[in-house]
């Protein structure tokens, strides 16, 4: 049962039960992801809203990837109040709205595999060495038609910000933005991105939870408004040979407790205003790189993504204006609330909630251990030699997601921040997804060897 004596709580609670009544709501769907990051939902009857918020919905975990075994099925979901949202695409008289939800076990525990519990444990962690973690997610996705007798393809022709009156995409990704500030997400920046039908639609930064559940909430936003139009929207990392693959570079900082001070931030201009905790923070990503990047770039076509060419990372390295490395620092001009670090391997088909958990771990422990960065590589790294990178330190990320999977697991870092439930099923669930892949025979090879071999 949740602790119905909490204030906060209870004042939040009783916010949403009136606002499904007033709108006459009778549906409530209530949402949660699974180890990959996808999206679960069951819908309940509003009637019984205010009994699942003191005892919770029960649910067969073993049907979730990435949970439990079917011995140990039986789970509890939880709505956290602060998610509510209307769905702006039921029609008023079949309203619905939805809850994003906290796993439990039947006992009354949070369970140890839950995303969204990771990241919060990840996120005490941090305030107990006095930072509130800051990030906001740059979500690249393509937008594709599907054909009866071929794969989908792009929708238009543009590039890197063009504009055409009338544009398609242009109108696309304004009513994507329309529909996202409606659950509450303030929109800063739309634009078409390099690729034929690749799209980027970025958010306002804030605290790490809040901002794992927006970036669950867009993806949602964007496929429904897609598929009402007819459309398919993909956050597949590379889902056409030969061009830019989609990334979600995020951008993080960290702040002191009450959040009304960047800890990233120092007046000394030698090293470009950056204090020694974000270094240091810096410092953690790029040691911790290669065994966390199973979970920033989660997927085998995850790698198809992270080769040198394609504006993605593939060196563990940072800078400040380069955007060949792993980790760039933007041009803030000095301003004390805009200093942030950018990591840019990680891809927006993984789970927000992990993916946010590992990169704060990492640079935590940065911090810790006071780890040096090493000097910024002002130099396009792809054009260096391997002579030159191995000079320099410089080593690449991994080049397959098996090769990731085998540095995550021998990473105590990475167990200790996702625990041994989630670590070990994620190891378990990838490893299987890397060998279905493994083991396919594709058109590609059929076309170059059957005749030559």
């Not at 951008?251 to 000394?268: G, I, K, P, R």
């Amino acid at each position: 049962m949740k602790n119905f004596k909490d204030s906060v709580w209870k004042e939040n609670v009783d916010k949403v039960v009136k606002q499904i009544k007033d709108q006459n709501i009778k549906f409530v769907r209530l949402q949660f992801t699974d180890i990959n990051g996808i999206i679960k939902n069951v819908a309940v009857s509003s009637k019984n809203i205010e009994s699942i918020f003191e005892n919770g919905q029960s649910f067969d975990g073993s049907s979730i990837t990435g949970y439990r075994p079917i011995e140990e099925s039986d789970m509890v979901l939880f709505p956290d109040p602060t998610t509510f949202a209307v769905l702006p695409w039921r029609p008023k008289e079949k309203a619905s709205c939805r809850l994003i939800c906290d796993v439990y076990t039947p006992d009354n525990k949070r369970f140890e595999g839950d995303p969204r519990y990771i990241l919060e444990r990840a996120l005490a962690k941090a305030r107990e060495a006095g930072f509130t973690y800051i990030c906001a997610p740059e979500q690249e996705f393509f937008i594709v038609k599907e054909n009866d007798s071929a794969l989908p393809t792009p929708i238009d022709l543009a590039g890197y910000f063009d504009f055409h009156p009338g544009d398609l995409t242009d109108d696309l990704r304004r009513e994507i933005a329309d529909t996202a500030e409606q659950f509450g997400i303030e929109i800063e920046i739309s634009h078409h991105e390099v690729a034929l039908g690749q799209n980027e639609i970025d958010f306002k930064y804030d605290e790490a939870l809040v901002t794992a559940d927006r970036a669950i909430t867009m993806r949602m936003i964007t496929k429904v408004v897609a598929a009402r139009n007819g459309y398919l929207a993909t956050y597949m990392p590379k889902p056409f040979f030969g061009i830019n693959g989609s990334g979600m570079h995020t951008h993080q900082s960290l702040w002191n407790a009450d959040v009304t001070e960047n800890m990233f931030y120092d007046d000394n201009p030698k090293n470009g205003y950056l204090s020694e905790t974000a270094l240091h923070f810096i410092g953690g990503q790029l040691a911790h790189g290669r065994e966390m990047c199973a979970v920033l770039a989660s997927w085998p076509n995850s790698y198809k993504r992270l080769v040198p060419g394609y504006e993605a990372p593939v060196y563990l390295a940072w800078a400040h204006k380069n955007r060949s490395p792993l980790i760039r620092v933007p041009n803030f001009g000095g301003r004390k609330r805009a200093a942030r670090c950018e990591i840019r391997c990680p891809d927006p088909a993984g789970n927000p909630y992990l993916q946010f958990a590992v990169l704060l771990a990492a640079g935590l422990d940065g911090i810790k251990h006071k780890i040096d960065p090493g000097e910024p590589v002002e130099l396009n790294v792809y054009e260096m030699s391997y002579e030159e990178r191995k000079k320099r330190g410089i080593v690449s990320l991994p080049e397959s997601l098996k090769e990731a999977l085998d540095e995550m697991e021998n990473s105590k870092l990475m167990r200790e921040t996702l625990g041994d439930v989630a670590f070990e099923n994620f190891l378990r669930e990838k490893r299987k997804e890397w060998d279905l892949y493994r083991t396919q025979v594709t058109e590609w090879e059929v076309k170059r060897y059957i005749r030559r071999l």
